[in-house]
C-alpha cells in the first residue's frame, strides 16, 4: 500500500529533519566574547552613534557587543545602583554619563589607576578636569547656547541678547522657553552656569527671570517642539542644533546659536569601566579596548553627524555646518558634587516657586 | 447567597494577591529602604518646600475637579435626561464621553498648544490670549480630559434611575413635583455617590499629573508633586528618603477623599445591596419626534466638544501626510508590541477587578467594615505615584527582574496596578445591584451556580465589563510612564518611539505618531464600546 509506505517514510523523517536541524541551530550560537555596555537611548537608537560604532569595534575585536539602554543619563545611575545592591554586576563599560553624573557615579567605577587609553593625551585639554586617575573618559561634549529664530526676532522686531543679564530687559518678556532643572540635564545646565556668572547674586537674577521665560517644559525635547512651532524666538539648547538645521535644509541660516559674552557652559558625556565585572582580564582587555576605540579618530569623526555632539579629540574632521559653529570666549566646565546639586535645586525653588508675585 | 466558598475564595485570593505583590511588596521595599539608607537624611527635606508644592498640586487639582463637574455633571444629567439608555443616540453619546480618557498625555499637551498658542489656530484667526503656560492652560486640559469622564459617570447613573426608580419618578411627576424637587429627592440620591467618586478618581487624575503641568503651565508656582519626586530621583543620589515624603504627601491627599467618601457613605442607612428585578429600561418619550430628534442631536453636539482639541491634530496629520513606507517599518514591532500591552493589561486588569468586586460583594452582606477597608485598599494605587510603585518595583523584585533589560510582563502588571482603580470603580456598581432575587431562584430551580450567573447576571456584566476593558486598552495604549521603567531596546511602545523621535529632531514624525496612537487609544474605545451598546 503505497500510502501507508509514504506515512512510515514521513515518520521516519520527522526525527532526521529535528536531528539535522541541532548543527544549524549550534551555527546560530554567537560564541563569541562578550561585551555588555550600558548606555542612553539615543546611542543606540536606529539613525544614533550605536549603529554605526559598535558594528566596527566587533569586528576589530571579534567580539560580541550587547548594548543595553537606560533611558537617559540620570538612569544609567539607577541602574549601576541597583546592580550594585543586588550585587550582581553586568556591564563591563557605562556610556553617558556626563560631568554632573559624575559624582554619584564614581562609586560604581573602576579607577585606571596608572592605565591611560591610547590617544587619551590628544584629548582637549578643557575636557579633562576630572583627573584621569578617576576613571572617566571624555567621549564627546556640547555647548550650551540659547537658539534663536531669526525669523521670528525680526517679527517682532528683537535684537539678539549679548550678555545672560540682557534676557531680563522687558522685551524678552514670555519670549524664552528654558528646560525645568528638576527634570531635564540642560536646564540643570543652565542654571548652574547662571550660578558660576552671577554667584551670590544668582537668585535675584531667577527672581526677576521669572516673568521672562514662557515656560519651563520638562525635557530638552519638549522645549525644543515648542521653539519649533515658534512658540519664542529663543531656547536653551546646543550650539549643535544651528548645524543640525544647516544640515535639514535651512540655507538662510534662519536658526542660529546665540553665544553670551560670559562665556557658554559644556556637557562633556564619557564613558568609564564598570566595578565589579572586570576580573577576568580578557574581560578586561576588551573593556580597555572599547574605551580607546571610543577616542580614535575613526569613531570620533561619526560624532557630529549621529550624536550632534562635538568631538572630544583634536584634530577631527568636521562638516561645514560644524565649522560654521560660533565659537566661544570662554567655556564653563561645572563639575558638581551630588550634595551641592540637591541644595542648589532646593535654593532655586525658594526663589522661584516661593517668590511673591505672579508670573 | 448561595455563591459557592470556593469560588469567593479564589476571588479573595486574586484580588489580595494583587494588593500584596502590586502594592504591598513595593511599597514596603521602598519604605525598608528610607529606613535602611543612610542617604536620605530627614533634614533634606525642606517642609516649607514640601507645603508649596502640595498647595500648588491642591489648587490645581481642585480647580480642575471644579471645572470639571461644572461642566460634566450638567452634561451628564442632560443626556441622561433626554437619551435613553439603550438607543442608538446614548450609545453615540456613551462612545463619545468615553473617549478623550484614551488621549495620551503629550497628544494633549500637543493640542492644547496647537489651540491656544502663539502660532496656534486661536492666534491664526485673531484671537490672542495668554492663557498658555499658567495655571489656566493646565485646568482647561484637564477639563477638557475628565468633564467628559464626569458626564459619562452621571449619565449611566441617570439611565439606572430610570431603570430602578422610574416609579418613584413617576409618581413624583403625577403629584406635580417640580424637576428640581425630583432632582433632590428621586435623581441625587442615586446619582452623588458615582459623582463624587468619579470626582475623587478625576483629583487623583489631577494631582499626579505630570508633563501636561509642566509642558502648559509655564514652571513655578504653577508646579505637582511629581516633579518633585522625579527630581529626587533623578539628580540626587537616588535619593528615596525625599521622594517618599512628596510620595506620602500625595497619597495622603488622594487618599483622603477616598476615606471621607467610605466614611460618609457608611453612615447612611440604606442597605449596600440593592435588590432589583429585572426591569426594561422604560424611558419616557416627552415632547415630539422633531424636539426628540433635536435633543438627540445637542446631546451629541455637546459629547463632540469634548473632543474638538483633537480635531486639530487630525487637520495637521492629513495636511502633512506623514504615512510612507519608512514609517510604517519603523513602528510596526511597537505597534505590535503596543497592542499586545494594550491587550494584557485589559486583561490583567478585568480580571482582578472582577475578583475585586465578587469580593466586595460577597462581604457587603456579613462584613461591612471589611468591606470598608478592602474599599480602601483597592483605591491606593490611585494615590501612589507611577514612579514610586516603579522604583519600588525595582527594589522589591530587580532580584529576579532586571528592568534594563526590558520585561513585558512587568510593564503590564505595573500598567494593570495603575488602571485597576478606574476599572473597579466602572464596575462596582454591579456588585450594588445583584439581582439577589433571580439568582436565588434559579438556584432553587437546580440551575449550577455558574450557569446561574450566566444566564441572569452575565448579561449585565458584559457591558460594563467589556466597557472598562476598552478603557483600560486605550489608556494603556497612550501610558507613558509605567512603560518608560521597564523597557528594552527589543520592548519600545507607541509612546516611547514618540518621545525618543522627539529627542532625535523628528519633531513632524512624532506628530504623526501622536495621531496615530490617538486614533489607536480612541479608537480601541469606540470600537468596543460601540459592539457593546
Not at chain 1, 569601566?273 to 575613526?298: C, H, M, W, Y
Not at chain 2, 431603570?163 to 411627576?173: G, I, N
Not at chain 2, 406635580?176 to 425630583?182: D, I
Not at chain 2, 539628580?235 to 528618603?241: A, C, K, Y
Request: hydrophobic letters at 50%; glycine letters at 8%; a positive charge.
Amino acid at each position: 500500500m503505497p500510502a501507508k509506505g509514504g506515512l512510515v517514510k514521513f515518520r521516519s523523517a520527522i526525527p532526521l529533519y529535528f536531528l539535522s536541524l541541532i548543527p544549524l541551530g549550534w551555527a546560530g550560537v554567537d560564541l563569541r566574547p562578550e561585551l555588555i555596555l550600558y548606555t542612553y537611548d539615543s546611542f543606540v537608537a536606529k539613525g544614533g552613534p550605536g549603529a554605526e560604532i559598535l558594528p566596527r569595534f566587533e569586528k576589530l575585536c571579534a567580539c560580541k557587543v550587547r548594548a543595553l539602554s537606560a533611558g537617559s543619563g540620570a538612569q544609567l545611575i539607577a541602574r549601576l545602583e541597583l546592580d550594585y545592591e543586588r550585587a550582581k554586576p553586568t556591564a563591563q563599560v557605562v556610556l553617558g554619563l556626563d560631568q554632573h553624573l559624575w559624582d554619584r557615579a564614581k562609586s560604581y567605577i573602576e579607577p585606571w589607576g596608572e592605565w591611560r587609553p591610547k590617544g587619551y593625551s590628544g584629548i582637549l585639554p578643557e575636557l579633562k578636569a576630572i583627573p584621569a586617575k578617576e576613571g572617566f573618559l571624555p567621549f564627546d561634549y556640547g555647548i550650551f547656547a540659547m537658539m534663536a529664530d531669526r525669523e521670528a526676532l525680526q517679527e517682532l522686531k528683537l535684537s539678539v541678547p549679548e550678555k545672560l543679564g540682557d534676557l531680563l530687559k522687558g522685551e524678552w518678556k514670555r519670549n524664552i522657553i528654558l528646560e525645568d532643572p528638576r527634570t531635564s540635564t540642560p536646564g540643570l545646565a543652565f542654571l548652574l552656569y547662571t550660578q558660576e556668572v552671577f554667584g551670590k547674586n544668582v537668585w535675584d537674577f531667577w527672581t526677576a527671570l521669572r516673568t521672562q521665560w514662557l515656560t519651563l517644559a520638562p525635557g530638552w525635547d519638549g522645549a525644543y517642539g515648542l521653539f519649533l512651532k515658534k512658540e519664542a524666538p529663543l531656547v536653551w539648547s546646543y550650539t549643535t542644533s544651528q548645524a543640525y538645521h544647516a544640515e535639514h535644509g535651512d540655507k538662510v541660516g534662519r536658526y542660529q546659536a546665540i553665544l553670551f559674552q560670559e562665556g557658554q557652559p559644556i556637557q562633556i558625556e564619557g564613558a568609564a569601566l564598570v566595578k565589579g565585572n572586570l576580573s577576568d582580564p580578557a574581560a578586561r582587555a576588551r573593556a580597555q579596548a572599547f574605551l580607546e576605540f571610543l577616542i580614535s579618530t575613526e569613531v570620533q569623526g561619526l560624532l557630529s553627524k549621529t550624536n550632534w555632539m562635538l568631538p572630544s579629540v583634536r584634530g577631527v574632521a568636521l562638516p561645514a555646518s560644524f565649522k560654521a559653529l560660533p565659537q566661544p570666549k570662554k567655556l564653563f566646565q561645572i563639575r558638581t558634587r551630588a550634595e551641592q546639586v540637591k541644595q542648589v535645586l532646593r535654593d532655586w525653588d525658594r526663589a522661584v516657586s516661593q517668590a511673591k508675585g505672579s508670573r | 447567597m448561595r455563591v459557592p466558598r470556593v469560588l469567593g475564595w479564589i476571588a479573595f485570593v486574586w484580588a489580595m494577591g494583587f494588593v500584596a505583590f502590586c502594592l504591598g511588596a513595593p511599597l514596603g521595599a521602598l519604605l525598608l529602604r528610607v529606613f535602611m539608607s543612610s542617604g536620605s537624611h530627614p533634614e533634606f527635606v525642606d517642609l516649607v518646600g514640601v507645603w508649596t508644592v502640595v498647595q500648588a498640586t491642591v489648587q490645581q487639582a481642585f480647580w480642575s475637579v471644579f471645572f470639571s463637574v461644572g461642566l460634566g455633571f450638567p452634561l451628564g444629567l442632560w443626556v441622561g435626561t433626554q437619551v435613553s439608555c439603550g438607543s442608538r443616540t446614548g450609545r453615540a453619546c456613551e462612545i463619545l464621553l468615553g473617549l478623550p480618557y484614551g488621549v495620551p498625555t503629550v497628544v494633549a499637551g500637543l493640542t492644547g498648544v496647537l489651540w491656544l498658542g502663539r502660532s496656534g489656530i486661536l492666534a491664526g484667526l485673531g484671537f490672542h490670549s495668554d492663557w498658555l503656560y499658567s495655571l489656566k492652560a493646565v485646568i482647561l486640559a484637564h477639563v477638557f480630559f475628565n468633564a467628559p469622564w464626569i458626564a459619562l459617570a452621571v449619565a449611566q447613573a441617570r439611565w439606572r434611575v430610570a431603570q430602578d426608580s422610574d416609579a418613584q419618578l413617576e409618581a413624583a411627576r403625577t403629584l406635580g413635583a417640580s424637576y428640581g424637587s425630583r432632582l433632590r429627592f428621586v435623581i441625587w440620591p442615586s446619582i452623588r455617590w458615582p459623582l463624587a467618586s468619579q470626582s475623587v478618581q478625576v483629583f487623583n487624575l489631577c494631582t499626579m499629573s505630570f508633563a501636561l503641568v509642566l509642558l502648559l503651565g509655564g514652571g513655578p508656582p504653577v508646579d505637582t508633586l511629581e516633579t518633585a519626586i522625579y527630581s529626587h530621583m533623578r539628580f540626587s543620589s537616588l535619593d528615596v528618603g525625599g521622594a517618599a515624603v512628596f510620595a506620602l504627601a500625595e497619597l495622603l491627599i488622594n487618599l483622603v477623599p477616598w476615606g471621607l467618601i467610605l466614611y460618609f457613605r457608611g453612615r447612611e442607612s440604606h442597605p449596600v445591596l440593592i435588590l432589583r428585578g429585572n426591569k426594561p429600561d422604560r424611558f419616557k418619550n416627552r415632547g415630539s419626534r422633531a424636539s426628540q430628534n433635536l435633543m438627540s442631536l445637542g446631546c451629541i453636539g455637546a459629547c463632540l466638544v469634548a473632543l474638538l482639541p483633537y480635531s486639530a491634530l487630525v487637520w495637521i496629520f492629513f495636511k502633512q501626510r506623514y504615512f510612507n513606507s519608512d514609517f510604517a517599518s519603523e513602528i510596526f514591532r511597537p505597534l505590535v508590541l503596543s497592542l499586545g500591552l494594550a491587550l494584557g493589561a485589559s486583561v490583567l486588569v478585568t480580571t482582578l477587578s472582577i475578583a475585586a468586586v465578587m469580593v466586595g460583594a460577597l462581604t457587603a452582606k456579613n462584613h461591612p467594615r471589611f468591606q470598608g477597608i478592602l474599599n480602601l485598599a483597592l483605591a491606593l494605587p490611585s494615590g501612589v505615584s507611577v514612579l514610586v510603585l516603579g522604583l519600588g518595583f525595582w527594589l522589591a523584585y530587580g532580584r529576579w527582574l532586571d528592568p534594563f533589560d526590558g520585561s513585558f510582563l512587568a510593564m503590564v502588571v505595573l500598567q494593570a496596578t495603575l488602571f485597576f482603580p478606574l476599572s473597579f470603580r466602572m464596575l462596582w456598581p454591579l456588585a450594588e445591584a445583584v439581582q439577589l432575587p433571580l439568582l436565588e431562584a434559579a438556584l432553587t430551580l437546580g440551575a449550577s451556580p455558574g450557569r446561574a450567573f450566566w444566564l441572569v447576571e452575565w448579561p449585565r456584566w458584559r457591558g460594563p465589563i467589556l466597557s472598562s476593558a476598552a478603557v483600560v486598552a486605550g489608556a494603556s495604549l497612550g501610558e507613558v510612564a509605567a512603560v518608560s521603567l521597564f523597557y528594552s531596546e527589543k520592548l519600545i511602545p507607541l509612546p516611547l518611539l514618540l518621545t525618543r523621535w522627539m529627542a532625535q529632531y523628528r519633531f513632524d514624525q512624532a506628530q504623526g505618531l501622536a495621531f496615530l496612537i490617538l486614533i489607536l487609544s480612541a479608537g480601541t474605545i469606540a470600537m468596543v464600546k460601540g459592539r457593546v451598546s
